[in-house]
């Protein structure tokens, strides 16, 4: 890698789009369901040199699901089956740290660190989606307070687990007979109220160190100034994203960390182009419903918010917020930013990310400006409609990018960490006793 700052670029494969209506213009609306589908938006992607796809993911069937697509198929199989079909691009998925247990994630993810040559990365939320925890014997979603504890001490682990072999511990020597040098391998003896991990991980170490770990949202900041090596986050004003790159990279005290808000860019070659599209998109939509569906994610009732009158901020300020932190504040900053009105916000498809509709120069001149500003390390692209809303952005924007000099032209290395010019870490457990395993271990299970 270069020494000279570089842009990100990641695309999330949200489904079918960002636009609820996505599916709708596609050529294949079942292509959610076929492998086909996001090896073509993958090479897509690594034909514009992105450093990775993403993949969200939630563990349950979402309120939308009569008229809109989502994201179904497990990230770790999908991301392996992307990864054999491409050779350079980032693999990145998410996991629930509520409804997951870290030794078999840990476990996953390494494999897949491996089997793609060191290109995987691991997404951690705690889950907001309160059906969610009827699927896993639960009432009721654990507090926020709890979820937040849990992933703490979840991803605290899964570092320890990558950590638990050192490099080259595995020595596979014909010549001495020594498969796996025990002294480079190390339990990681981990107890607490929620947790009981003796370790090692059976995995030996990744071509990563570790694969790369995101974290998403604003609401786990101590969590990603910890431990996280890229954070997504939800800003729509300038200066806030600056404010919140700064505090995050302060708190991180000088470890790397990657900044990538959210950004939703719809493409046109000419204005009228890029409008016209939106336009065909947003008139599948049903308005009331918007309306309604806006008001619960702010956490207010629907009779609350009138379509040509600003938000109700007096109501606001004693709102929950609704599900996602991270969406309630990014739609409130921008609403004051720009004095829309809920028909003003409605028309930007509000899902936490910035919208930009226009030229490729025009999107070009806006992700130049927050990335030479300091209020981006890259964006988390979000394409409307997939492929073709990630096409003209790979064919169009991606070159004046190049030519103004911020992105690059090629791979230059062959893991994620590498493009996102991360180092590889070291193991924790570096002189550290050796892994000492039960006598009534063997190779069954």
């Known amino acids: 890698m270069s020494s000279e700052r570089q842009l990100h670029l990641n695309t999330n494969i949200l489904n079918a789009g960002k636009h609820e209506a996505a599916w709708r213009i596609q050529d294949d609306p079942r292509g959610i369901i076929n492998i086909e589908y996001y090896r073509n938006i993958a090479r897509i992607a690594e034909r514009g040199t992105f450093d990775a796809v993403f993949l969200a993911d939630g563990p349950a069937l979402p309120g939308h699901a009569g008229h809109a697509a989502w ?9 392996a089956a992307i990864g054999s079909a491409t050779q350079h691009i980032g693999l990145i998925g998410t996991i629930s740290t509520t409804f997951n247990d870290p030794y078999n994630v840990a476990r996953r993810w390494s494999t897949l660190d491996h089997v793609t040559g060191g290109r995987a990365a691991l997404n951690f939320v705690t889950s907001q989606n309160p059906g969610t925890a009827a699927n896993f014997g639960l009432r009721e979603l654990p507090s926020r307070e709890e979820r937040y504890a849990r992933a703490e001490e979840f991803v605290d682990i899964l570092v320890k687990l990558w950590d ?18 025990t002294q480079r391998v190390h339990a ?3 107890v607490s109220d929620r947790f009981s991990v003796r370790g090692p991980l059976n995995v030996p170490r990744t071509p990563q160190g570790r694969p790369v770990l995101v974290q998403a949202g604003d609401g786990g900041t101590q969590i990603a100034a910890r431990f996280a090596d890229a954070v997504f986050t939800a800003q729509t004003v300038f200066e806030e994203s600056l404010s919140f790159s700064r505090s995050l990279k302060a708190a991180a005290g000088g470890r790397q960390i990657v900044v990538l808000p959210g950004l939703f860019p719809i493409v046109g070659s000419t204005e009228k182009e890029a409008w016209e599209r939106k336009e065909l998109l947003d008139s599948y939509l049903d308005l009331e419903d918007e309306r309604v569906k806006l008001a619960a994610k702010i956490g207010l009732p629907p009779d609350s918010l009138e379509l040509d009158k600003p938000l109700p901020y007096d109501l606001l ?6 599900s996602s ?10 609403a004051r930013a720009e004095n829309l009105t809920v028909r003003g916000i409605l028309a930007r498809n509000p899902g936490a990310h910035r919208q930009i509709v226009g030229t ?25 409609s997939f492929p ?42 570096v002189g550290a006793a050796p892994w000492q395993p039960a006598r009534d271990v063997g190779v069954g299970i």
């Open 164 to 181: 638990s072999w050192e490099d080259d511990a595995l020595v596979a020597s014909r010549e001495t007979g020594v498969f796996t040098d």
């Open 360 to 384: 490729p120069e025009q999107i070009a001149d806006d992700i130049e400006r927050w990335f030479v500003g300091g209020a981006a390390d890259g964006f988390n692209l979000n394409a409307d």
């Open 188 to 190: 990681i003896d981990y």
């Open 325 to 334: 932190r991270g969406f309630f504040k990014s739609t409130i900053a921008l």
């Open 317 to 322: 300020e004693s709102a929950t917020g609704g």
């Open 71 to 79: 994201n179904s198929l497990e990230p770790s199989v999908l991301l």
């Open 388 to 429: 073709t809303g990630l096409e003209p952005f790979v064919d169009h924007v991606v070159p004046l990018l190049r030519q103004r000099g911020i992105f690059r032209k090629e791979y230059t290395g062959t893991t994620l960490r590498d493009h996102l010019g991360l180092s590889v870490p070291e193991s924790q457990y």
